[in-house]
């Protein structure tokens, strides 16, 4: 019983080769309730894999993020980044994994999670998770859950802009990292719809 | 910095320097688990019925309960028939009152002061309990004066059976997971603690652990009990001969703080590890809990983890009173063969309650290391606020560092930031000691110490520096 050694993940659906960039970009709209399950293996010398995620709930919507990253190789790079916004009655879990294989040396692995929760019935849960099995690695994650800040929304207001719109400024910059070129403005409709 | 070399060389050249056994007399009870035994057990600690009923309905709880394996373990089989209950010293029949001089011996060789004036001008009080009995306890009088209670489990069942009754298992209850259910059925001694309404406690208190017989478990279980703005701290130590076998040690520690209380738990676990290829070494599993129960009240967790063959301890907080706080600050280090599984819960349920998560893990040979934790902020949890930080420190390439950490958010205005980094020993670093003259294993031991001081730092001076030593000796052998 038990697992304290290394277990190579079940192959994932993406394996990217030496030299090879792969780039996913995912947008989960208002009223949308998603599975998004990832497996992604680095297997050549050098691979990298850029994941960038964002999420609007605002009504009952359940969205599901599972993510492996599976450095098999050395020197590969992995970023990901997957923000949202959980308003109404929804539920959002984020279960992320990097697992470092003991060959993958001079692997760089990052992982951001962060989230906003509006209301008193929707809920964040996120398991964000490290499995390291070589020594020459930088890696690191975050996560958080929180709410708009109040100080910056008084910093606006102070300043003759109305709260609604000041929120949704908020909004916007919260996820501007994750937005996709060229969806600005259909992102920008839908925090105005929550 | 001459000191600090003077420590190092002390120490790089000591292997586990607490593994000796102490020949005395023991008594033991036949092997194996069923109820016959824990009423033996029970009978031999004079119990009342109670006791041996609550003991009795954990045992039927615990039969039908699986061993867990969800942890990052290479855990064995454990034959829970194949180990002795209860071990304990012969008491002279001339002198009962006395300590055997041997124990007294072996307790001396430890560094823990049993005779009350020979310690130091910062008193410890200690419990000292050698496998499944209490030998001594310090101080009890000069505490008796400010109402404290400080004395051994078993003193304080027959001594004060309503506050004992009051507050068993109302942390951890008894079917609360497979190792407390095992605990709850069959536990032997441990330290019983209660600081009245407004004291605060002149002293720090310690319990220290000795496993010495062969073939036995450890099963010790504390309860701490702060009234209404008291404080205390509290300091815990653990030993165990060298042997080629494993031994269990299952411990269960409650600790409960009222309206405005402040407790301090500090833990230096030093159980055998086994030797450098694996064999034998103390399983350590243990269930420590405290609950923040009035407003305002608090609560730290400091603990510094080196040995055990495989440690898995989630020291945890519930906060349920309004605006109560706690705090956890671990460092734990693996080296050869050793396997650690720690990490803490933060369950906020009242109102502004606050937390912070600092662990350090340090793996080195290969061992493998995670921190496992769970921030929960409930429905009420308004404005709480956790902050969490873990990081990963690799040293050689055969070893693993891992991070398991689950925030569970249901609270709109509550704040929860994770944050957790894995990464090496830089060239740079050691470079940078090396050229100025101070060998790579004692660059290591410099670096290390840097590393966790922010832990460190929070351990009562008695135990700050016994802990930088043990980094020092746990990581011997790790470089070159």
């Known amino acids: 019983m038990g697992h304290g050694k290394y277990i190579a993940p079940p192959r994932g659906q993406y394996q990217v080769l030496s030299g090879e960039v792969l780039n996913l970009e995912f947008v989960v709209l208002p009223g949308e309730s998603r599975d998004i399950d990832l497996s992604v293996d680095l297997v050549g010398e050098g691979a990298q894999a850029h994941i960038k995620a964002l999420y609007l709930c605002k009504a009952d919507e359940k969205v599901n993020f599972r993510i492996c990253m599976h450095h098999c190789a050395p020197g590969c790079h992995s970023t990901q980044k997957i923000n949202g916004i959980a308003g109404g009655s929804a539920q959002v879990h984020f279960d992320g994994t990097i697992v470092v294989a003991p060959e993958a040396q001079q692997t760089e692995a990052y992982q951001e999670n962060h989230n906003i929760v509006l209301t008193e019935e929707a809920k964040v849960e996120t398991r964000p998770q490290l499995e390291i099995y070589a020594d020459d690695v930088k890696c690191s994650h975050g996560a958080t859950v929180g709410q708009l800040n109040p100080d910056e929304l008084f910093y606006m207001r102070s300043r003759g802009i109305p709260e609604a719109e000041a929120r949704t400024l908020q909004m916007l910059s919260f996820l501007s990292p994750v937005i996709p070129a060229g969806r600005g403005e259909e992102i920008e409709k839908a925090i105005r719809s929550l | ?480």
């Open chain 2, 1 to 480: 910095m001459s000191e600090s070399n003077k420590i190092i060389q002390e120490f790089t050249s000591a292997e586990y320097k607490e593994g000796f056994v102490t020949d005395v007399e023991q008594e033991f009870i036949p092997k194996g688990l069923n109820e016959d035994i824990i009423r033996l057990i029970s009978r031999r600690k004079e119990e009342p019925a109670w006791l041996l009923e609550f003991r009795l309905d954990a045992f039927r709880k615990w039969q039908a309960m699986p061993q867990p394996d969800w942890a990052h373990l290479d855990m064995p089989e454990i034959d829970f028939q194949d180990i002795i209950y209860y071990a304990a010293p012969k008491k002279d029949k001339d002198r009962p009152k006395e300590i055997d001089p041997k124990l007294a011996e072996t307790f001396d060789k430890l560094g823990i002061p049993l005779r009350e004036r020979e310690a130091l001008a910062g008193v410890v009080a200690v419990d000292a309990v050698f496998d499944s009995v209490s030998v001594t306890t310090t101080f009890r009088k000069t505490l008796a004066e400010k109402g404290i209670i400080f004395c051994s489990f078993s003193e304080a069942v027959k001594e004060h059976p309503d506050l004992v009754r009051q507050y068993l298992a109302s942390v951890v209850p008894a079917s609360d997971n497979f190792f407390a259910a095992l605990n709850s059925a069959v536990f032997s001694d441990g330290s019983f603690c209660y600081i009245p309404k407004g004291v605060r406690c002149p002293m720090e208190l310690s319990s220290y652990f000795r496993i010495n017989a062969r073939g036995t478990g450890q099963f010790e279980r504390t309860l701490i009990v702060a009234d209404e703005g008291s404080y205390v701290s509290y300091m815990e130590g653990c030993t165990a001969p060298m042997r080629d076998e494993r031994q269990l040690h299952a411990a269960v520690v409650e600790i409960v703080v009222e309206k405005d209380a402040d407790v301090k738990y500090s833990t230096v676990q030093n159980w055998y590890p086994g030797d450098a290829d694996g064999k034998g070494g103390i399983l350590n599993l243990v269930t420590k809990r405290g609950i923040c129960k009035g407003s305002g009240s608090h609560l730290s967790w400091t603990q510094v983890e080196t040995g055990s063959a495989i440690t898995w301890k989630y020291p945890s907080t519930i906060l349920k009173g309004d605006f109560s706080a706690s705090e956890f600050y671990s460092v734990a280090v693996t080296n050869n063969h050793q396997q650690a599984d720690t990490g803490t819960k933060m369950i906020h349920l009242g109102r502004g309650t606050r937390s912070r998560i600092v662990s350090k893990g340090i793996s080195a040979g290969v061992s493998q290391n995670s921190y496992r934790g769970l921030v929960r902020m409930g429905r009420n949890a308004l404005n709480a606020r956790n902050y969490s930080q873990c990081d990963s420190l690799l040293i050689g390439s055969r070893c693993g560092a891992h991070t398991f950490p689950v925030i569970h958010s249901q609270c709109p205005s509550a704040t929860v930031e994770h944050e957790a980094t894995t990464s090496k020993i830089s060239e740079d670093q050691l470079f940078y000691c090396n050229q100025r003259g101070i060998g790579p294993e004692d660059a290591v031991g410099l670096i290390v110490n840097g590393y966790a001081r922010e832990v460190l730092s929070r351990l009562p001076m008695e135990f700050a520096v016994e802990a930088q030593k043990l980094l020092q000796v746990s990581l011997e052998g790790s470089v070159g």
